[in-house]
């Protein structure tokens, strides 16, 4: 069902977990559909220096959260703001159809910590 | 195998999906691929071959639910059997009334032809299950209206494994004067069947799930009972269900049902005493484990859980790559945004269901089996647990 880039990301997931003291945390999802991830950030210099997540959801839940860990990390905050979903499930090597609008949240759980560390700053 | 790099063992706990086709049922029905081809329906040797083929299958499958040969009407599968019983009913009756009754939690091989025929104008009332999954004959009861004509309840629930109160609902039924079905695919040769202890006028069954081959099932229809067929033809299966018999298909559901009538007895009570073990196991190895469905009125076969704080499609992803086949009531496994109807029907919260998990046992499965499983699926858990963002401090 999934490739192995994919399964990949599934099993050995990069960046799992919750960082200390965040500078943005953002939470995404619905329990009622099986997806939620949770992003915590720290921001330096307008830089995202680290990211961690936890996710409660399916392959591809997992998956994407993991890639959108590797991708965002160092980038700007207006750089991470451009990723998007789509970007991360191309970054994947694709997803199946069924997923592609369920289970594929990563991109705005980065984007809503981001939002959240610019109203903590009041940059918002 | 490629795709189950860590695996120990291949342990398959999946045959309330579907089961291999015993070696004795394949034997059975290779002759009648090539060498033995007739058409039954044909006044020449050839067909009168096939012919005595599909009479002794008829012979066999009426054997195992204790009914006359005549009374069996061989179909596609399961899948068919429903829908040739619920609409041909409906159909032939609707001058008597236009109201049905079933469950909220059938199998979706009832559950949308009902749908399908409340847009055809029927009136169909859906009633509820408790939270072990066990539907009150009561509520069938304070259902029927004088313009009920059938009532459609399954046996065995395919999820989550509870028995329903067949003979029970059938004698309300019959009191009443409706007709009754009722879908018997996952208990047909797991447990004891006699459609005249049940009280049921038609009964669904299929071959895939009990060792035989897939593309056949087959339809109980009390003597005398009228039904509209569904496709038009031939004057096949008592002009019920036209088209060319599947000789192969029912030789081997023939013989299929022959062995799990002789093997029931024996066979179900070591399959219960695998399934205590593994519910046993897993209530005292994970924490925040539920058990699904009905704790003593139990399909011997089935185990459905659920792990709190996970998700199914994640657990099954991991228990594959160990080289177990499970499945799961997640939506990410049922092809829809929605987690299973029927752990809704019981009252599970959506996530508590999205994390439900269900193992199936069947003839190959032995101890060590289960002991595997026992051992494999806890660090499972554990690890996928770390990575949640749900746990027992943070509520949904």
């Known amino acids: 069902m999934y490739n192995d880039k994919v399964m990949d990301h599934f099993f050995n997931p990069r960046n799992v977990g919750e960082l200390e003291n965040p500078d943005g945390v953002g939470q995404v ?96 | 195998m490629s795709s189950q790099p860590n695996a120990q063992k291949l342990v398959y706990l999946d045959h309330s999906a579907t089961t291999p086709v015993r070696p004795e049922v394949l034997a059975a029905m290779l002759p009648y691929f090539a060498g033995k081809f007739g058409n039954p329906s044909s006044v020449h040797a050839w067909g009168d071959e096939a012919r005595k083929a599909i009479d002794d299958g008829r ?65 169909v009332t859906f009633v509820p299950c408790d939270k072990h999954g066990l539907i009150d004959p009561d509520d069938i009861r304070r259902a029927i209206t004088k313009d009920t004509i059938l009532i459609s309840i399954m046996h065995g629930q395919n999820e989550v494994g509870t028995i329903e109160p067949i003979g029970e609902i059938g004698e309300i039924a019959r009191s009443h004067g409706v007709l009754f079905h009722s879908d018997a695919v996952q208990s047909a040769g797991k447990v004891p069947i006699s459609v005249g202890d049940l009280n049921v006028d038609l009964l669904t ?60 007895p024996e066979e179900s ?76 029907a019981m009252g599970l919260s959506h996530e508590t269901a999205h994390g439900s998990l269900r193992f199936s046992l069947g003839s190959s499965n032995t101890a060590e089996d289960i002991d595997y499983v026992l051992e494999i699926l806890p660090p499972i858990v554990k690890k996928l647990r770390s990575m949640s963002a749900f746990g027992p401090g943070s509520s949904f």
Do not use: W
Request: with cysteine.
């Open chain 2, 59 to 123: 012979e066999k499958v009426s054997s195992l639910i204790g009914a006359s040969p005549d009374e069996v009407i061989f179909t596609s599968g399961g899948t068919e059997a429903d829908n040739l019983a619920i609409r041909g009913v409906a159909h032939a009756r609707k001058a008597y009334g236009n109201h049905l009754i079933t469950s909220q939690i059938e199998h979706h091989a009832v559950l949308h032809t009902f749908e399908a025929l409340q847009k055809e104008g029927f009136r």
């Open chain 2, 269 to 344: 009570k070591r399959l219960i005493e695998l399934r205590d073990k593994l519910i046993a196991g897993f209530l005292r190895e994970i924490p925040d484990v539920d058990l699904n469905g009905h704790p003593i009125l139990r399909l011997p076969h089935n185990v459905n859980i659920s792990v709190k704080y996970l998700e199914g499609e994640a657990m099954l992803l991991n228990l594959d790559r160990m080289g177990v086949a499970a499945s799961s009531g997640s939506a990410c496994t049922s092809g829809s945004l929605e987690p299973s109807h029927v752990l809704l």
């Open chain 1, 29 to 124: 999802g619905n329990p009622v559909c099986g997806d939620v991830m949770r992003i915590t950030l720290r921001i330096n210099d307008n830089r995202i220096e680290d990211i961690k997540f936890r996710t409660f959801g399916c392959g591809a839940a997992i998956a994407t959260s993991s890639m959108v860990t590797e991708m965002v990390k160092g980038l700007t905050l207006e750089e991470a703001m451009q990723i998007s979903n789509k970007e991360v499930a191309e970054a994947l090597g694709g997803l199946p159809t069924q997923k592609l609008h369920c289970s594929n949240l990563a991109a705005e759980a980065v984007h809503a910590a981001i939002k959240d560390y610019r109203q903590k700053k009041g940059l918002d």
């Open chain 2, 205 to 264: 069954l299929s071959s895939h799930k009990i060792y035989g081959p897939k593309g056949v099932g087959g339809l109980f229809v009390r003597k005398g009972l009228r039904l509209a067929p569904q496709a038009t033809g031939g004057a096949h299966e008592n002009r019920l269900r036209a088209g060319t018999e599947n000789v192969p298909g029912i030789v081997g559901f023939g013989e299929a049902c022959r062995l799990a009538k002789a093997e029931l």
